[in-house]
């Protein structure tokens, strides 16, 4: 049977119920303090299992009628909690005791209370939305083939395009027009593509246009965009991962800004993971290299 903390933290829980219990906050609500003297007995002789509603009435309560009144005390109960944790005597504890269940389950956890600094850190990482538009199965050997492939076609079909172009400008047809203006469209449409393919070498995520990436995951390579809420609290912005990369810039080196608070609120992300830590403001970033 889980002991929601109670196997460790027993005499915590039990002084933190006490605590509860005394506070002014509770001096006329008598039903949660009776409730509270129930919680603190069951839990000192250790019969967690004995926690539902008819435990907190006498046993000629109806079970029905003895769930209905347990639910309403229940459920102010649970504020006045929050609130108590909200007072000043409340922040000074250590521990806290809190609700397992949002409903359904009355029973009660112990947990040491989280530091300032453990509360900062939580609200300075940010975990993203992934989004997947299509994906191409490959093998890593055969991605490298096809780097090297393109990298011998690609400037080969530009100069052969224009020669055409500059050999047969004024006598040409126009359908040997158009196959050398294809020619160089296409080659410089492979070039970007092995220029992609080598940034793949040295990273797991590759900035095409506006909020896409592509993203390469050992065995396939997806189109993806990503997405978040800002965790700074009060903000609730959109998190979007930016075009600027800086390699200094942990995880993957692009940078995610908040929507309402671009300039302060940036985060790095992670491509495996789908998480990202928040950019101290003091870093600064240089003008974006030709080679993002």
Not at 76 to 97: A, Q, V
Not at 98 to 107: L, M, P, R, T, V
Not at 137 to 165: D, E, G, Q, T, Y
Not at 186 to 199: A, C, N, P, T
């Amino acid at each position: 049977m889980e002991k929601y903390g109670w196997d460790r933290y027993r005499k915590e829980g039990l002084q933190e119920l006490g605590n509860i219990k005394e506070s002014p906050l509770f001096g006329n609500k008598n039903a949660q303090k009776s409730f509270l003297e129930v919680y603190y007995q069951i839990y000192n002789d250790e019969k967690e299992d004995q926690i539902k509603a008819t435990a907190f009435y006498p046993e000629k309560v109806i079970k029905v009628v003895a769930q209905h009144r347990a639910r309403t005390v229940i459920k102010d109960l649970r504020k006045s909690i929050d609130k108590f944790y909200t007072s000043p005597e409340g922040k000074d504890s250590k521990f806290e005791i809190y609700f397992i269940a949002e409903s359904g389950d009355y029973k009660l956890g112990i947990r040491p209370r989280k530091t300032n600094a453990q509360l900062l850190c939580l609200e300075e990482s940010v975990s993203y939305n992934e989004h997947q538009y299509f994906i191409i199965k490959h093998r890593p050997s055969a991605m490298n083939k096809l780097r090297v492939l393109l990298l011998l076609i690609a400037p080969l079909l530009f100069l052969i395009s224009l020669v055409i172009l500059y050999v047969e400008r004024f006598h040409s047809s126009w359908l040997i027009f158009f196959i050398g203006c294809g020619g160089v469209i296409l080659s410089l449409g492979m070039g970007y593509i092995v220029i992609i393919l080598f940034k793949f070498m040295s990273r797991e995520l590759v900035h095409l246009s506006s909020k896409y990436f592509l993203k390469d995951a050992i065995d396939h390579i997806a189109l993806v965009s990503f997405s978040a809420k800002c965790p700074v609290t009060g903000c609730e912005g959109n998190v979007l991962i930016s075009d600027e990369y800086d390699e200094r810039v942990e995880d993957s080196g692009y940078v995610a800004k908040c929507s309402k608070d671009p300039k302060g609120h940036k985060y790095s992300i992670d491509a495996r993971t789908i998480k990202g830590k928040r950019i101290k403001a003091k870093t600064r970033f240089p003008l974006m290299k030709i080679l993002r």
